[in-house]
């Protein structure tokens, strides 16, 4: 048998497993029966209305934006972009 037709059979009986194995049926779900609705304790549907569980307001100090500064007199300015020097 050459190479090639062994993994032509090979691949011809993975393919006949998988398939075989997604053929099968599993009907379980179908003869489930229902079940009552969840009851939820009273004390879980509201939060407690107390000063610990607050959310602190936040207020921001200073706008968030990053800025270089300038470079000095005379220096001259290197960018690196994907290693090389420009």
Known sequence: ??????????????????????????DAYKNSTSLPPLEVPPD????????????PAVTPAAP???TAPPP?????VLLSLGGLMR
């Open 1 to 26: 048998m050459s190479f090639s037709r062994g993994f032509t059979v090979a691949g011809l009986i993975v393919l006949s497993v998988t398939l075989a194995a997604c053929a099968t049926k599993n």
């Open 44 to 55: 879980l549907i509201n939060p407690p209305k107390d000063s610990s569980t607050a959310i």
């Open 64 to 66: 968030a934006v990053a």
């Open 72 to 76: 000095a007199a005379g220096m001259a």
